[in-house]
């Protein structure tokens, strides 16, 4: 999972200078769907990196707003929803949420390549690592929640004028309040903690594709 992230991290540092030197139009799928009448447009994603660690489903829907004084906005909401297990000492169990507020920093273009966001994130979880401990949200009632910012990079797909590829990390804060079982089936709690966490709270390399 490191190396994933790694990777998606060096996209994101890459894909700027890259679309400049191609002069290629960094999101022609978003001018076709917001159009001449400056409309709200919609996206639908889903994110391929999370796709790649054990299969975790997701899916998402973005709102691109109409220009406000030259600028362009859109709210972005992911959901994550994870209801089996792969293997006794590792499962990943969750139903989360995290909506995102994003800025698109170039001025008087609907929105393309470079964004900055501030998100929110709740989420239920039942998670294990190893096969002694397995890990929940107090009393399956007290989800994690947070929040955090983010920077991301938008690209459309070559040849695919509704498509594109989105690349995108954040960091912020999360605070979990968890018992803690024996990882055995029917396992008895023996333990319980909170903790306050800073850190990575997304991260994403997203496939959208966008309807006028």
Same mark, same amino acid.
């Given at each position: 999972?490191? &190396?994933?992230?790694? %990777?998606?991290?060096?996209?994101?540092?890459?894909?700027?200078?890259?679309?400049?030197?191609?002069?290629? $139009?960094? +999101?022609?799928? /978003?001018?076709?769907?917001?159009?001449? $009448?400056?409309?709200?447009?919609?996206? !639908?994603?889903?994110?391929?990196?999370?796709?790649? %660690?054990?299969?975790?489903?997701?899916?998402?829907?973005?709102?691109?707003?109409?220009? %406000?004084? #030259?600028?362009?906005?859109?709210i972005d909401v992911s959901f994550i929803?994870?209801?089996?297990?792969?293997?006794?000492?590792?499962?990943?169990?969750?139903?989360? =949420?995290?909506? $995102?507020?994003?800025?698109?920093?170039? @001025? @008087?273009?609907?929105? #393309?390549?470079?964004?900055?966001?501030?998100?929110?994130?709740?989420?239920?979880?039942? =998670?294990?690592?190893?096969r002694s401990s397995y890990y929940q *949200?107090?009393?399956?009632?007290?989800?994690?929640?947070?929040?955090?910012? &983010?920077?991301?990079?938008? !690209?459309?797909?070559?040849?695919?004028?509704?498509?594109?590829? $989105?690349?995108?990390?954040?960091? #912020?804060?999360?605070?979990? *309040? +968890?018992? !803690?079982?024996?990882? !055995?089936?029917?396992?008895?709690? +023996?333990?319980?903690?909170? @903790?306050? /966490?800073?850190?990575?709270?997304?991260?994403?390399? &997203?496939?959208?594709? +966008?309807? @006028?």
């Amino acid at each position: 999972m490191k &190396s994933t992230l790694i %990777i998606t991290a060096v996209f994101v540092l890459m894909l700027p200078p890259l679309a400049g030197a191609l002069g290629q $139009e960094q +999101y022609p799928a /978003y001018k076709i769907a917001l159009g001449a $009448e400056n409309r709200c447009a919609f996206a !639908v994603k889903t994110n391929l990196l999370l796709l790649g %660690i054990d299969a975790i489903a997701n899916a998402g829907g973005e709102l691109f707003l109409p220009a %406000i004084r #030259g600028r362009y906005f859109s709210i972005d909401v992911s959901f994550i929803y994870s209801p089996y297990m792969v293997a006794r000492n590792w499962k990943f169990r969750a139903l989360a =949420v995290q909506p $995102e507020l994003r800025w698109w920093i170039r @001025k @008087k273009q609907p929105a #393309g390549g470079h964004f900055l966001g501030v998100h929110a994130h709740v989420a239920w979880y039942n =998670v294990s690592t190893n096969r002694s401990s397995y890990y929940q *949200d107090r009393d399956g009632r007290t989800p994690l929640w947070g929040a955090g910012v &983010s920077y991301g990079y938008a !690209v459309a797909v070559p040849g695919w004028d509704r498509c594109s590829m $989105e690349f995108t990390l954040g960091a #912020g804060y999360a605070r979990l *309040d +968890y018992d !803690v079982f024996y990882n !055995v089936p029917n396992g008895a709690k +023996y333990a319980g903690a909170a @903790k306050n /966490y800073w850190g990575l709270t997304r991260a994403g390399l &997203s496939f959208s594709y +966008y309807f @006028k």
